[in-house]
């Protein structure tokens, strides 16, 4: 007998799904299926996506329908247009070989004329984002009363976007159901509330986070034009001098093209691609491995199965068109324990496909600045003297020369010999970056309300951090809190436990300062006491943590210059 079959679903579905190439239930399908099928059970499925709740839930809900009445018999509740049509589609492939069953998806944005339309030809499902599923309620053109089932998907999704009273709304008016199928990825005391108010003793299953987003993965994209992504690429590789890293691009052409050009302009790179004979991918694989190379470019194909450890950065030149690509291209990085951090150069129209990206993997993705020239100047030149003075001297006899040297260099001060040391090393650099254009394309809410911050700032020419520790007509207040780097907290770790305990969403949050000990958040201004409530006094790791206005004490702009020039800073990036 077949798996799903085992688990009580019929001919017609198990047919549909062994076409799709599912061969063995997912876990959460193996334990909501037979519950889901009883019909009268309510459930509770903590699952996020990719764990194939889908099908866990569509499969029975089909099940269930009766295809000879022709009237909205369960309810999907979703949070986004693009969920709620990926949904409606994945249940238009499981009833292939079930006739008479229609699905409708009813969303914003879209001509609500038309799904009146369609939903009065008679269909058994209707798959809803809550906003056009109130007006539909409204304007009486969805009957719910034979509404049996309701599932509300991505609940702590829903509740995060507002949705709250909403989704009262549509359980209060589907009062002939039978039960209620909650999926979440997470259970914050919202969600139970719907729970505890809305259904009785609900059979509850926790599957693992197979798709959830590595947490030591820093996520960070730049939003750019099309004909700068070279010059991007090559800003970032700069930026990061450390970095050990492999590119990904969409074509072998592109690999071969840029790492060309990368080698041309003195960069440690090769190209990894399927015109590569078994001798020659050997030969790179093992120059990469051994860290002669610092740099792989590859396209998906090429680097199937490459498992390197230590890699820092994993960089999309271009998003791949697959978000499941996504997930196989970062997670080369932060592999045993270690973070790392996972780039993607967007352009402007492509930042859409940034927010699927985190719904897929629940991680927050930073939008960072593309470096300025000088600040790349900066990080090489400090990364530079990081290494000359970590310079081993322990052998060789260098005693023999230093009476010569301290002689021929008796007039010339230290600044003078670091400056010199340094214009050696990094003429070309300083050269070539002297008027290096800004790369960035600002275009979002998020963007202009830091470029009205910047604008907002002291006219001193710099670009930004004006008027940290200050509050005012940035919109922002910039918080202290007594975590930092040194509590394990990496900056998407951070974020994600301040937003979890705040229940706040992540467009509340401007730049995130983050130091070993401490740190600092700036949050829009009408939600900066929420969050100071939320996470005041809570305890982390047996430590209480304290959260505060950094009401212009803290650091004032010149600590930050202070703290600018420190050598060892290899200095954090700004959010
Ligand atoms: P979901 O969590 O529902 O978004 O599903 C994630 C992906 O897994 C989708 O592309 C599904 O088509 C796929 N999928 C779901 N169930 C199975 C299964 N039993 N076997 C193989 N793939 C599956």
Not at 213 to 218: M, Y
Not at 266 to 280: N, P, S, V, W
Not at 381 to 398: I, N
Request: hydrophobic letters at 35%; one cysteine or more; charged letters at 30%.
């Amino acid at each position: 007998m077949n798996a799903f079959e085992a688990l009580g679903l019929n001919e017609q579905l198990v047919q549909a799904i062994s076409d799709l190439g599912f061969e063995n239930p997912t876990p959460i399908q193996e334990q909501a299926i037979p519950i889901l099928l009883s019909g009268t059970m309510d459930f509770v499925g903590l699952a996020q996506t990719g764990t194939g709740k889908t099908a866990a839930f569509g499969l029975p809900l089909l099940q269930l329908m009766n295809v000879a009445e022709k009237h909205p018999q369960a309810l999907i509740v979703c949070p986004t247009r693009e969920l709620c049509l990926q949904i409606t589609n994945d249940l238009a492939s499981f009833t292939k070989h079930k006739k008479g069953l229609f699905t409708e998806a009813v969303y914003g944005g879209a001509s609500i004329t038309m799904q009146i339309r369609n939903l009065r030809k008679g269909v058994q499902v209707v798959v809803a984002t809550p906003g056009r599923l109130i007006d539909l309620i409204e304007r009486k053109a969805i009957d719910l009363q034979k509404v049996k089932y309701v599932v509300l998907d991505e609940a702590d999704e829903m509740l995060n976007m507002g949705f709250r009273d909403d989704i009262d709304f549509v359980l209060k008016n589907t009062i002939n159901r039978e039960s209620i199928w909650l999926f979440s990825a997470t259970m914050p005391p919202e969600v139970r509330a719907i729970s505890k108010n809305f259904m009785e003793n609900p059979k509850e299953v926790t599957v693992g986070k197979k798709n959830s987003g590595n947490v030591n993965i820093d996520h960070q994209y730049f939003v750019t034009s099309a004909h700068h992504r070279y010059e991007t690429l090559k800003r970032l590789i700069d930026f990061n001098p450390g970095m050990y890293g492999i590119i990904f691009t969409r074509t072998k052409a592109d690999a071969q093209e840029i790492a060309e050009k990368l080698v041309r302009e003195g960069y440690e790179i090769e190209a990894l691609h399927g015109d590569l004979t078994q001798q020659q991918r050997d030969k790179v694989m093992s120059r990469f491995r051994q860290k002669s190379l610092q740099l792989l470019i590859a396209t998906d194909v090429a680097a199937r199965g490459i498992d390197v450890d230590g890699i820092t950065h994993v960089i999309n030149y271009e998003l791949p068109d697959d978000i499941e690509v996504y997930t196989h291209r970062s997670g080369r990085t932060a592999r045993a324990g270690k973070s790392g951090i996972c780039i993607s150069i967007c352009h402007v129209k492509e930042t859409f496909k940034i927010k699927q990206l985190e719904r897929m993997i629940n991680s927050i993705f930073h939008k960072l600045d593309i470096p300025t020239g000088k600040e790349v100047c900066r990080r090489q030149f400090f990364h530079f003297m990081d290494k000359l003075m970590q310079a081993d001297t322990s052998h060789g006899d260098y005693e023999t020369y230093l009476g010569d040297l301290q002689e021929k260099f008796a007039s010339v001060s230290k600044e003078e010999v670091l400056q010199r040391v340094a214009a050696l090393e990094f003429d070309h650099f300083l050269k070539y970056y002297e008027n290096a254009e800004d790369l960035n394309v600002r275009s979002d809410f998020r963007d202009k309300r830091q470029n009205n911050f910047r604008e907002a700032g002291p006219s001193n020419g710099r670009r930004d951090r004006g008027n940290y520790g200050q509050r005012g007509d940035s919109g922002y207040t910039r918080l202290f809190i007594n975590v930092g780097t040194k509590d394990g907290f990496y900056k998407a770790s951070f974020l994600q436990f301040i937003l979890d305990e705040s229940n706040l969403k992540k467009e509340v949050l401007g730049r995130i300062d983050m130091k070993e000990m401490n740190s600092w958040v700036e949050v829009d201004k009408s939600v900066a006491s929420k969050m100071i409530k939320s996470l005041d006094g809570k305890r982390y790791n047996g430590r209480a943590v304290r959260m505060n206005e950094a009401d212009g004490g803290f650091r004032k702009p010149s600590d930050e210059r202070g703290n600018r020039s420190r050598p060892s800073a290899s200095r954090e990036r700004r959010f």
